[in-house]
C-alpha cells in the first residue's frame, strides 16, 4: 500500500509553473514503476542500470511520458550520481505529482 501523497515534499513554483520534489531511485529492478514514498521522496524503481548515466535517462524519461510532458521538460537538479535526486518538471501541478501515487502507476 503507497503512503499517502502529503508525505512527499513537493515546492510548486506557480511563476514558472514549475514543480520540484526528491526521487529515490533504484536500479535494475524487474519494471518500471513508482512504489510509495520513503523518507520525503518519491520511490521509483527503473529497469535501467546506475550506469553511465543510463538510469538518469531512464528517470526523466520515466516522468515524462507519465506526466504527458516532452523528456526536456524533465531535469535532475542534483544527484546525479546517487540515488537521491532533486528533479524539476516543467508544465506540471502538485496535484499531478501526488495523483501519481494514487494511480499506482
Not at 36 to 51: M, T
Not at 60 to 75: G, I, M, Y
Amino acid at each position: 500500500m503507497l503512503n499517502p501523497p502529503s508525505h512527499l515534499e513537493i515546492a510548486q513554483n506557480l511563476a514558472t509553473s514549475t514543480v520540484t520534489f526528491t526521487v529515490r531511485v533504484q536500479p535494475r529492478a524487474s519494471r518500471d514503476q513508482i512504489s510509495g514514498v520513503v523518507e520525503g521522496a518519491l520511490k521509483i524503481r527503473l529497469r535501467a542500470p546506475a550506469l553511465e548515466n543510463r538510469a538518469n535517462e531512464a528517470l526523466c524519461e520515466f516522468l515524462a511520458n507519465l506526466l504527458k510532458r516532452p523528456k526536456s521538460a524533465v531535469r535532475i537538479l542534483s544527484g546525479g550520481r546517487s540515488r537521491t535526486k532533486r528533479v524539476i518538471i516543467d508544465g506540471v501541478s502538485r496535484q499531478q505529482i501526488e495523483s501519481l501515487l494514487l494511480s499506482d502507476a
